[in-house]
């Protein structure tokens, strides 16, 4: 066994210092270490336990409440014995480069608990909102973990960056913010999977905000009841309703497994987030070059086929072009 | 005049204040442990190291028993140095002064109470602020009524002095955290005349530094509006109960390690801006030593400072006359600007919904980092000049730094630990633990209902319950807090660009090289509050382009090791100046090591005298920082060095 495998093994085996290593890896930017990320992914993919774990993606305005509501849910879902891993991102500055990575605090985990994991990483500013790594640390992630959850910030274009990369979305809203309006203006709704009005526990303003979301929803969603998204309210503080999360995001994910939709959800993610990245590096003009959107995500959806990462595939491509 | 103290065990506190006492001390000032002060048991995991370290351990009303040994509670006049647990600490001092057989209208005392300044700078906060306010409300409704002659709270803007504030910020989130705790009792319904005598009852407690003509105009200010505020918001007619009382300990935080011989004269100089008006004079005053910043002070060092007080009070003809500055144009001008931008920023946070709110929301730490970056790039610049440190650096050999003296600094036995976990082991294993069970349930009963803490507070404290029962029944009900760092909504003085850009491109080029960017854990292990170089750190360390994993404080070494191998960082570095660095220190490797993790490079920095620095790097710490160290652009440059020697392949 050379030392991917063996890595490979103890990433799937959720040995925490090696799934750290791993992601490291994958965020390695120099051209030795992306063929041997490659490789890793391929590893992991093939290993039968990719993609296993189910990947929600928190989003919404800062301030809303998902870090403290992302340590809730990790703890209820510890509670549930299902093994998690967390990626949160935060942004960095477009002058430095630097980052403050310091939400992690809020998941007050267990140090001894092998099967809670944290992960933070800067939005690198090469893309919105996602690191140009996320794609492939939720890989791994949700190859080793049962709870994948990724939190971004972020709001406008960027936050719909998630949807790349999680099954199900997550928009997490506090009442009396004023975002919610922002939100059904700018057509978001149209995005997330389930909705959050977050800080229950400050009483009146939540359920009042829950209910205008609800009808929002159903005015977005004419004449599609069946798919308007659940609307759920939790207190992050208290912990209450996030029980109630975890079941109606575990429904959306049986739902799509249900309808076989599950892995072409996916592969369409993947060929989205392939072409993100690849326009980022060609720009419009190279995606012209190949004849616009539609042909790049075609060329991409090959060689994803040839079992490449997102991130492998949109590298390829400028190669070729 | 009394000295704040206590230390080791509560018996070798007892020993102490009868000598005190007997030396003509009119009062005792009671020093609390971390453990005690964040509610941990003595054989808390947390509290290792720490017990006895700060101030005197107490688990139970043994405990507080002992302390208080052929005492008369009755007589004393009792400050106890005591916040996030200040309930269960005078509800201990109440079910004991009742043991006693004490009249509890006679008690006379203050707890210092103030929250809001734990969240911003002195860090032994435990629940989240509104419980917490929640809290202090409780003790102040149980305190006018059964214990009309105590100070249940005593505001403190000299925490946020010593964490970077200005006086116009100082002088407004005090008077923001005062008006959070007088709307909370407000908002019970009691009467004007009970809200009346709880405006008179609460005293402040402030900072004073070498700007001292400031310092003075200060004080003015804040009594100005502290009169305005008692008379339109509240409502106070008697002119007696709006008097702005206080106390004053002044700067530590300019006291420098190098040439420290020179902080007594800064000594003297804060002293004078607290009583040179007669109008502006502080009710008591303490003052730090001049070794400050090379650990803890030495009686010896202690007696200097206590003499510089004497001298001004018996030797100098200051308290002869009347104010000085009656009638002086610069004062007046200087104290009405103060007052007009202190009060803007009063109606900041009140936009804002309050202190609470904009404490939560970070904006107030924000606030004080940025102003506390200034301060320091200011000083690293030069056009701050501190005399010893960027200037006038050349010195004789000091006699006072002659080796045999520095490592006298005050150390603690760490024998005092263990004895104190076996009086907490005998003392749980002889009560009735039927009492103890019921008496926490109704104390979580109460706290869930909402109904005043405090008697089931001293129920809890009769039938045995120890300290660290008693929080954790209230983290189950009202949650743990971690206060936000302030580090992310603060950044850089432009004035310091041209180290940025050269720092910045220092780290692209290594990012290039180490195909992702350095990443640096910055950790503060332990129950140590002292987070402001940790923040100087990270934030420096951010804007020059690094990624920074920071967590605040009090974060156990296993945390910060099991993060160090989550992050995949390349770099930890460590703050410590509570003085336990060698064992924080060795857990954090041995945590790292045993993770994998025994290359990855770790640094130290805080008050570290140079012979544990030695043994620190000894130990495999790659380098140790302390305040002499104090161009922070230095040390960005020294730990980028680092990464990259450790982090690449070595060269051919
Ligand atoms: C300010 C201060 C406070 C403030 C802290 C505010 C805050 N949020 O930080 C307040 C008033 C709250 C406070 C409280 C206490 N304090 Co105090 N405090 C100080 C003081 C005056 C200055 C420290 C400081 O902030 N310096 C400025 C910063 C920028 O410097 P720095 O932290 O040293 O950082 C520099 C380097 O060390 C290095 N560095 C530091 N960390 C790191 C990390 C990394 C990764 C790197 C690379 C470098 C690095 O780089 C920085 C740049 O130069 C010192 C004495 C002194 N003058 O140093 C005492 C001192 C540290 N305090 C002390 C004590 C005892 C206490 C209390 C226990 C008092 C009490 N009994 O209540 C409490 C404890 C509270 C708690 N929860 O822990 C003692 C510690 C004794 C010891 N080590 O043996 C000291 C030394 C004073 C003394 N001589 O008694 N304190
Ligand atoms: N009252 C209340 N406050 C909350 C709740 N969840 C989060 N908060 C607070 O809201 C603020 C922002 O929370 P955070 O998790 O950092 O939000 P994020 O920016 O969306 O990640 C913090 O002060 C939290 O303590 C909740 O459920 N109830
Ligand atoms: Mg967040």
């Known amino acids: 066994m050379d030392e991917l495998q063996e890595l490979v093994e103890r990433v799937l085996a959720r040995d925490f210092a090696a799934v750290g290593r791993a992601i490291s890896l994958v965020e390695d930017r120099r051209p030795r270490a992306s063929e041997r990320s490659e490789r890793l992914l391929q590893l992991l993919r093939t290993s039968g336990r990719a993609a296993a774990g189910h990947c929600l993606g928190l989003t919404g305005p800062p301030g809303a409440g998902k870090s403290t509501l992302v340590s809730a849910l990790a703890r209820v879902a510890r509670r549930r014995a299902l093994s998690v891993g967390v990626l949160a991102v935060d942004p960095s500055s477009p002058r430095s480069g630097g980052a403050l990575l310091g939400d992690r605090v809020r998941i007050e985990g267990d140090p001894d608990d092998e099967l809670l994991y944290v992960r933070s990483m800067a939005s690198g500013g090469d893309l919105g909102g996602l690191a140009r790594a996320a794609g492939a640390a939720v890989e791994v992630l949700t190859a080793a973990y049962e709870l994948v959850v990724v939190e971004t910030v972020g709001v406008g274009q960027s ?90 995001c575990a429904e959306h994910r049986a739902q799509l497994a249900a309808t076989g939709a599950l892995e072409a959800e996916r592969a369409a993610r993947r060929r989205r987030w392939a072409y993100r990245l690849f326009r980022d590096w060609a720009g419009a003009r190279g995606v012209q070059q190949l004849g616009g959107r539609a042909h790049a995500e075609a060329r991409l959806a090959l060689l994803l086929g040839e079992g490449r990462s997102a991130w492998g595939a949109a590298s390829a491509l400028a190669e070729q072009r | 005049m009394r000295t704040y103290s206590g230390h080791s065990t509560p018996k070798a506190s007892n020993e102490l204040y009868r000598a005190n006492l007997a030396k003509g001390q009119t009062g005792l000032s009671v020093a609390f442990d971390l453990p005690t002060q964040t509610g941990y048991d003595s054989d808390a995991s947390f509290a290792r190291g720490e017990v006895g370290k700060t101030g005197v351990p107490i688990d139970s009303l043994g405990d507080l028993r002992e302390l208080f040994e052929g005492l008369q509670l009755e007589q004393m006049n009792t400050s106890m140095t005591i916040n996030a647990t200040a309930a269960w600490l005078l509800a201990l001092y109440v079910a004991l002064a009742e043991e006693q057989g004490a009249t509890l209208s006679k008690l006379r005392g203050t707890t210092q109470n103030d929250i809001i300044k734990e969240y911003l700078s002195r860090g032994t906060y435990v629940f989240p602020p509104e419980p917490s306010l929640r809290l202090i409300a409780d003790m102040i409704e149980y305190t006018v009524e059964h214990l009309p002659e105590f100070n249940p709270v005593n505001v403190c803007s000299y925490h946020l002095q010593e964490a970077g504030a200005t006086p116009e ?191 939560a929301e970070g904006y107030v730490k924000e606030r004080l980092v940025a102003a506390n970056a200034a301060r320091l790039v200011a000083i690293e610049q030069g056009t701050q000049i501190v005399v010893g440190v960027n200037e006038f650096r050349e010195s004789e050999p000091s006699p006072l730094l002659e080796a045999g003296s520095v490592d ?59 300290t660290g029962e008693w929080a954790n029944t209230l983290r189950g009900v009202f949650g743990e807090y971690r206060a936000p760092t302030g580090v992310s909504g603060a950044s850089t003085p432009e004035t310091l660009q041209e180290q940025l850009t050269r720092l910045r491109a220092e780290l692209d080029d290594l990012t290039e090289q180490l195909g992702r960017r350095p990443k640096l854990l910055v950790g503060k292990p332990g129950l140590d509050g002292h987070s402001n170089g940790a923040e100087q750190i990270a934030l420096r360390a951010r804007d020059a382009g690094f990624e920074v994993v920071y967590e605040g404080i009090r974060v156990s070494p296993k945390e910060l090791a099991r993060a160090a191998a989550d992050e995949g960082v390349h770099l930890v570095g460590l703050s410590i100046l509570s003085g336990a660095h060698l064992e924080l220190v060795g857990e954090t490797l041995e945590r790292l090591r045993a993770l994998g993790l025994g290359e990855l490079p770790v640094v130290v920095g805080g008050i570290i005298p140079e012979e544990d620095a030695a043994l620190l790097r000894a130990r495999g710490v790659r380098a140790v920082f302390t305040p002499k160290d104090y161009r922070i652009g230095q040390i960005i440059e020294q730990l980028i060095a680092l990464v990259r020697s450790t982090s690449l392949p070595k060269a051919g």
């Open chain 2, 408 to 466: 006298a600094i005050l150390r603690v036995d760490p024998a005092s630990e263990a004895e104190q976990i076996e009086r907490l082991q005998r003392w749980r294993a002889g009560r009735d633990s039927a009492a103890v069970a019921s008496a926490l349930e109704a104390l979580e009963r109460a706290a869930r209902e909402g109904s005043n803490l405090m008697p089931p507070s001293i129920a809890a404290a009769k039938a045995g319950v120890t």
């Open chain 1, 159 to 248: 936050e719909t960056d998630v949807e790349h990369v999680s099954d199900t979305v997550v928009l997490v809203v506090q009442p009396a913010s004023g975002d919610l309006l922002q939100f059904i203006k700018a057509g978001i709704l149209e995005i997330p999977d389930v909705l959050v009005v977050n800080k229950l526990d400050l009483g009146p303003v939540a359920t009042r905000a829950a209910a205008e979301l609800r009808a929002a929803l159903a005015a977005t969603h004419p004449g599609r009841q069946a798919s308007v998204p659940p609307v759920v309210l939790t207190s992050a503080a208290t912990s209450d309703g996030v029980d109630e999360l975890l079941d109606r």
């Open chain 2, 169 to 359: 910020q100082e002088i407004a989130y005090a008077l923001g955290t005062a008006i959070a705790v007088l709307d909370t009792v407000q908002a019970r319904g009691v009467s004007q005349a009970s809200l009346d005598k709880v405006f008179g009852r609460v005293s402040f407690f402030l900072n004073s530094n070498l700007r001292f003509i400031d310092e003075v105009c200060k004080q003015r200010a804040f009594a100005r509006l502290w009169d305005k505020l008692g008379l339109e918001r509240y409502g106070v007619q008697d002119a007696k109960l709006r008097r702005f009382r206080y106390g004053v300990q002044v700067n530590s935080l300019g006291l420098t390690e190098a040439q420290p011989e020179n902080n007594i004269i800064r000594i003297v100089l804060e002293m004078l801006g607290v009583t040179l008006s007669r109008d502006a004079r502080a009710r008591a005053i303490q003052l730090p030593a001049w070794n400050e910043a090379l650990g803890l002070p030495r009686p010896w060092d202690q007696q200097l400072s206590l003499r510089a007080q004497q001298i001004l009070a018996y030797e100098s003809d200051l308290l002869e006359h009347a104010d000085i500055f009656e009638g002086s144009v610069v004062i007046e001008r200087r104290t009405s600007e103060l007052a007009a931008a202190a009060w803007a920023e009063v109606e900041a946070v009140l936009a804002r919904g309050g202190i609470v709110q904009a404490v």
